[in-house]
């Protein structure tokens, strides 16, 4: 047994592995089917400037949307919060805190296998309108709702 | 790869309610650490949700969702048996996915 042929087994085996890695990859790696991250609007730090780059500029007030939240947090680390739209058409649904400083906290594209309504927990760092912001039809539309923090959840 | 996720699928009347717990820091990079420097931002910015071989849902996260996030949601349909999948991307590029059986 010479030097090469062992050599040459074991590259041969280390790009097998190699092979095998690269097609688990292909296979764990989400079918991204909608936008990227949108990485400008999650760093916008006013909230027009927010909406613009969302493409949401000129969005209504609507009753269709709602916001589900306690009226007090009293950690603002952890602040649950949950959207319902009653709006046909709902295709995405974004949680906005104004006085965070960047606006936008969440952003969820949902597919017509939706239900349109999403929970989970925010972070704020002081008192602040949370506004849910819901595209429905190609057009926007808002809720807002005041929540108080009495532990603010950043910077701690 | 973080740790697992912990998955919930119930299905009811027709629809299926997913609730999600996720294990990351989704620090925020806003916060300095015992020296005064500043901690790098590091958060989950992608998920995506899938019901069977479906992408039902993607979202986008900036780094203000809370430590280990929780998340709900509701999708039409589903039966017992079906398959959740839930992937998350960081900000490092680091992912993980997680299925659960809808029961």
Same mark, same amino acid.
């Given at each position: ?11 041969? /085996?280390r790009?097998g ?17 909608l936008? =990227? ?5 999650f ?14 500029e000129?969005?209504? $007030? ?20 949950? =959207? ?5 058409? #709902? ?27 999403? #929970? ?7 008192? *602040? ?12 539309? /808002? ?14 | ?7 919930? =699928?119930?299905?009811? %009347?027709?629809? /299926? ?17 015992? *020296? ?12 995506? =949700?899938?019901?069977? %071989?479906?992408?039902?849902? $993607? ?39 997680? /299925?659960?059986?809808?029961?």
């Amino acid at each position: 047994m010479t030097f090469e042929p062992l050599s040459r087994r074991r590259l041969l /085996t280390r790009a097998g592995a190699l092979g095998l890695l690269a097609t688990i990859g292909t296979l764990v790696t989400p079918r991204l089917v909608l936008a =990227a991250w949108n990485k400008a609007a999650f760093e916008s730090k006013t909230l027009p400037e927010t909406y613009k780059l969302m493409g949401a500029e000129g969005a209504t $007030e609507s009753g269709d949307v709602q916001i589900l939240a306690s009226d007090i947090a009293e950690n603002g680390a952890v602040v649950p919060v949950q =959207a319902v739209s009653k709006l046909p058409d #709902t295709t995405q649904i974004s949680f906005l805190v104004e006085k965070n400083p960047n606006m936008l906290a969440a952003l969820f594209d949902i597919g017509p296998d939706m239900v349109p309504d999403v #929970t989970t927990r925010i972070k704020m760092g002081q008192t *602040s309108n949370v506004v849910v912001l819901v595209k429905a039809g190609g057009k926007y539309f /808002t809720a807002t709702k005041e929540i108080k923090v009495t532990l603010g959840g950043c910077g701690g | 790869m973080g740790n697992p996720m912990k998955i919930r =699928a119930a299905s009811k %009347d027709g629809i /299926t309610e997913v609730k999600v717990l996720m294990s990351h820091e989704m620090e925020t990079g806003f916060r300095k650490d015992a *020296s005064g420097a500043p901690i790098p931002a590091w958060f989950i910015s992608e998920v995506t =949700a899938k019901l069977g %071989d479906k992408v039902v849902m $993607e979202a986008q996260w900036g780094p203000s969702v809370s430590k280990n996030p929780f998340l709900a949601f509701k999708i039409k349909g589903g039966k017992a048996g079906d398959k959740v999948t839930i992937t998350w991307v960081d900000s490092k590029g680091d992912t993980r996915t997680d /299925t659960a059986t809808v029961t």
